[in-house]
Every structure is written in C-alpha cells, then in structure tokens.
C-alpha cells in the first residue's frame, strides 16, 4: 500500500539554525500539506500546497518558514531560524484531486527538537 | 469557520466495557469528519471517515461512529474496549474551502483498565 514518507524522523538543531524536513508524498496525489503537533497538544495545520504554489496557510506559517517541492517527488518544510518554540512533530501529508472529498494520508512525522 | 470540540480530554474504562468518545463539530458547509488514533510517539492512523454517505461508519479495530448532523455530532464508540484500545483520540473536520486542510480537536487520551 502506497505511504507517505518522512526523513528524518528525528531532527536535534541549536536554536537560530536552518532545518529542512523532507517528505514523499503518495505518488499520484497533487495536495500536499504540512501539520505540526507540540508535546501534549493538539495537531495543527500550517500549511497546504497545490499546482507549486501555496494554497493556504495559518497563522503559525510565518516568513521563518517555507515549501518547496524541488523535484517531482519530494515536498520540503524548511524553518529557516528554529526557536525553541519550533520543538514539535511534524507531520507531512497528501491527498489526490477528488472532486468533493479529499482524504489525506499522513507520514509518521519528524520530532524536531530545538536547543 | 470550522471547528471540533472533543469533550473529556481523559476517558477512562474497564476492559470489555463501552467505549464513548465525544466530538462535536462546527461548520458552514457539509464536513467530512475523521477520527485518528495516536500511539505514543507514532504518527496518524486514520480509525474512520464520514464522506456523506451512510451516517453510521464502521473502522478499523471495530470502532464505530455515527454522524448527526441535528446534533452536530460524530461520537466514537466501540461495545468492548481491549487494552491495546489505549491512546490519544483525535476527532477531525476537513472541509473545502479552496484548499482542504483538516482542523483537530484536542485529543481525548483513552485509558483501559484491566
């Protein structure tokens, strides 16, 4: 069965670094989105990208961070100044274009730990 | 905007007992909604979906849940929870609204007891 994947599972960076989590997404999807789960609290979206652009965003998806898909599998989250805030899972997901419901499938995530 | 509230942040039963996990959501336009179930320290396992069709969804583990939209509710329930039931429940809404995104609840942590 076709499945999201995330590397690496666990990232340590010191606070003010650049860090890059990378996902693959199911290779026929065309939505691609990335959520993110601080220790004991409830998964939250950040963001959602389709046809190379980014299609929505929160709140929490400021300049420090941006997407990318480079090539035609992979799909970035990039923070380009951790703070020790940014510490959570990361969650990477996809979906296909399906006209009125869009399951998205989830990767198992990256623990991004902030020193 | 969309939203879900799960009410009981810690649920707590006997094995073989009922399991009732609530979820209310809130929403202008037809939700899809989801239960996921989380594993210490792994990721998102989907349990089951509602896309509007049939109201009463069975999954995975012989969870079951139903949708009333007078009710605004989608409670999971299972008739005889196992110990390997305990985790972190998240109730979810994904709606169309240009680009899906799915909006959380805050989790209920199941605990069984033996």
């Known amino acids: 069965e076709p499945e999201v994947t995330q590397t690496p599972s666990h990232q340590v960076t010191q606070m003010g670094q650049e860090v890059i989590l990378r996902c693959v997404p199911i290779?026929?999807?065309?939505?691609f989105y990335w959520y993110r789960q601080i220790l004991g609290q409830k998964v939250e979206f950040l963001v959602s990208?389709?046809?190379?652009?980014?299609?929505?965003k929160s709140e929490i998806f400021d300049d420090q961070f941006s997407v990318e898909r480079p090539d035609g599998s992979n799909f970035t989250l990039k923070i380009r100044s951790t703070k020790l805030e940014d510490s959570a899972m990361y969650f990477c997901?996809?979906?296909?274009?399906?006209?009125?419901?869009?399951?998205?499938?989830f990767g198992p995530g990256t623990r991004l730990t902030v020193l | 905007a969309q939203s879900v509230t799960q009410l009981g942040s810690h649920v707590s039963v006997s094995e073989g007992a009922l399991v009732l996990l609530r979820c209310n959501y809130s929403?202008?336009?037809?939700?899809?909604l989801f239960w996921y179930v989380q594993y210490p320290n792994q990721g998102l396992q989907l349990l089951l979906k509602?896309?509007?069709?049939?109201?009463l969804v069975k999954g995975i583990n012989g969870f079951e849940a139903e949708f009333k939209k007078s009710e605004t509710s989608f409670h999971l329930t299972k008739p005889s929870a196992h110990m390997s039931d305990a985790a972190e429940y998240f109730c979810?809404?994904?709606?169309?609204?240009?680009?899906?995104?799915?909006?959380f609840g805050a989790g209920t942590r199941l605990f069984v007891k033996a």
């Open positions: 997901a996809s979906s296909e274009q399906v006209q009125g419901y869009n399951e998205q499938f």
């Open positions: 290779s026929n999807h065309l939505y």
């Open positions: 990208f389709y046809n190379n652009e980014i299609s929505e």
């Open positions: 929403s202008s336009v037809p939700p899809y």
């Open positions: 509602y896309t509007s069709a049939a109201t």
């Open positions: 979810a809404v994904s709606v169309n609204t240009g680009g899906f995104k799915t909006i």
